[in-house]
């Protein structure tokens, strides 16, 4: 088979014009990179409702953590998950504090989560994926087609009472796990 191109464009120099025209013609948003200094949270909300929703970012950030509610992250893009948001982080850093929260919504401000969640993009690298409602963030995208499956890191515990007053009981966990309490 031979290849035939303008002399003065080999195929090479117009595969990526190729690729990028086939990505538009198919729907597909192209993957932006991740700006060099920065981690990306893609955060899920089953709603499909982003407005308002912003990241505040703390500890080893670049980001403006001056005040929580005027110093938010706000969406950087939209993918297939959902939206995502690019967060300034120090050189070296080995703990960047994030909450995802709606500083704007009615009522005043509402977490995502009660918790805040922590991440080491030293040793967990620098993509993390969130879904609503679930206080961890994950380093691969979690299952959106079965949101009752357990998602990786989490266990499912059954426990039953034969009085059936669970009133006041609650779950501790202890060595090598993420929430102890």
Same mark, same amino acid.
């Given at each position: ?57 703390? &500890? ?5 953590? #001056?005040?929580?509610?005027?110093? +938010?992250?706000?969406?950087? #893009?939209? &993918? ?5 948001? &690019? ?15 709606? +500083? ?42 079965? +949101?009752?499956?357990?998602? +990786? ?29």
């Amino acid at each position: 088979m031979t290849a035939y191109a303008h002399p003065n464009r080999p195929v090479a120099k117009r595969l990526p014009l190729f690729f990028a025209l086939m990505c538009v013609l198919a729907g597909l948003p192209a993957s932006a990179q991740i700006p060099s200094g920065d981690i990306r949270i893609h955060y899920f909300r089953p709603d499909g409702n982003y407005s308002g929703w912003t990241v505040y970012a703390f &500890d080893n950030t670049t980001e403006n953590t #001056g005040n929580y509610g005027s110093g +938010p992250v706000q969406v950087t #893009g939209t &993918d297939s998950f959902g939206v995502y948001f &690019d967060v300034g982080i120090t050189a070296g850093a080995q703990e960047v504090g994030i909450i995802i929260h709606n +500083p704007t919504a009615p009522g005043g401000d509402q977490k995502d989560t009660p918790n805040n969640l922590f991440v080491d993009p030293a040793t967990q690298g620098i993509e993390y994926w969130a879904y609503s409602g679930i206080a961890k963030l994950y380093n691969k995208p979690p299952s959106l087609t079965n +949101p009752t499956a357990i998602l +990786p890191g989490y266990v499912r515990v059954h426990y039953h009472r034969t009085d059936g007053n669970y009133a006041g009981w609650t779950i501790g966990c202890v060595a090598n796990s993420v929430f102890a309490g």
